[in-house]
């Protein structure tokens, strides 16, 4: 099934779990994508995997901190110009910080938003006038099931995410006339290195009792980042043209 044949697509946080899986899909699908992540050793990964599945010719790749205003004008621009055009953005780069509110420093706070929030930002408004140049351009934003349900001690994460929900609400409602679609994901309980990381920084304190509703109902484990990457590139290709200007948990249940 190639969905994405002759479509053109960035990916952020391609170097890694989730953003990793949705270069894999998409590429599998026939799409070209540009993937950019922080993480160039991670890249490399992404590239190999291309690479075993024939699909390295419609790949390309470049380190790209996307909380970098100049650094994001700059590799978008070059991007399009080598794409010939860009249909979709899919912007799934992320950082997570976990600690109790009371000790979340402002340097945390920052760091969290400038990447999770003002990067997805960055990100879609060097992208838009290609995007909107499609007639049918498509934005996909990572926001969490922290956005909408309690998660503790992940005041900045969850706050990022809710930024990242009414960003890609008043892009939806902003551009429908021009063609443009925006929507988002909320995973939760996936396995990625951000779930990984906040594993090892709950605090040795923590109250596990606050997590019990966490827990997926339809397996007594995590979901992999395929889970992930299929609901993507259904929404982003044409099966997902009348859904836009909303949020699509991918939990397994765990916030029914």
Request: one cysteine or more.
């Amino acid at each position: 099934m190639n969905r994405f044949d002759g479509r053109r697509i960035i990916v952020t946080g391609g170097g890694s779990g989730i953003g990793q899986g949705t270069v894999k899909r998409l590429l599998a699908e026939g799409g070209t994508v540009h993937a950019v992540d922080v993480n160039t050793a991670g890249l490399a990964v992404t590239t190999d995997a291309a690479v075993a599945d024939g699909n390295a010719d419609r790949l390309t790749t470049g380190t790209l901190d996307i909380s970098d205003e100049a650094a994001v004008g700059t590799q978008v621009a070059a991007a399009v110009e080598h794409l010939g055009g860009l249909d979709v953005l899919v912007n799934a780069a992320g950082i997570m910080r976990v600690s109790h509110t009371l000790d979340c420093s402002l340097e945390m706070w920052n760091q969290v938003i400038n990447v999770n929030l003002t990067g997805t930002f960055l990100m879609t408004r060097a992208a838009l006038p290609a995007l909107l140049a499609t007639g049918r351009g498509v934005v996909v934003n990572f926001s969490s099931t922290s956005a909408t349900f309690a998660h503790p001690y992940m005041a900045a994460y969850a706050a990022s995410k809710g930024g990242v929900d009414s960003l890609t609400h008043t892009l939806a409602v902003e551009y429908a006339k021009q063609g443009l679609r925006a929507v988002a994901v909320a995973p939760g309980g996936i396995t990625s290195g951000i779930t990984e990381d906040a594993g090892r920084m709950i605090p040795k304190d923590a109250d596990w009792s606050l997590f019990s509703k966490m827990n997926a109902i339809v397996s007594s484990g995590f979901g992999e980042p395929a889970d992930v990457a299929s609901v993507i590139a259904m929404l982003a290709s044409d099966d997902g043209r009348w859904i836009t200007a909303t949020s699509v948990r991918i939990d397994g249940g765990a916030h029914g």
